[in-house]
């Protein structure tokens, strides 16, 4: 499932993040998994190691994780910012490390 659609700069489209946003608070908490870790693993400057899993300390003990990190492209800002404003973020993230960095449970 690819809910991001990007225009001709590398941004993301308007009506894309809007698409994310209406799924993220829908009445179909399957849906809404589906989007936000589609849109996760949909970051349009992606480097070895900018997404995917890895493993990092929370809380003291080494976890694996979903890594994405924003690079300061204002369009991987965008994506995180509608994520950060669904109620599953608060039951998915794992940490956060200033400068972009995020870290995500593994979906099951």
Known sequence: MSIIKW?????PTEESLE????VLKGNDIRKAMEAF????????Y?????????EVDVRGEMTKVWQYHTGGWSGNEDI???LHQSIL???LIERYDKGGHYY?????
């Open 7 to 11: 225009d001709e700069d590398g941004y």
């Open 19 to 22: 698409k994310l946003e209406y």
């Open 37 to 44: 870790y589609s849109a996760l693993k949909e970051n349009y």
């Open 46 to 54: 992606t480097y070895d190691g900018f997404v995917g899993i890895t």
């Open 80 to 82: 995180i910012g509608i």
């Open 89 to 91: 973020w608060s039951l």
């Open 104 to 108: 995500f449970k593994i979906k099951k």
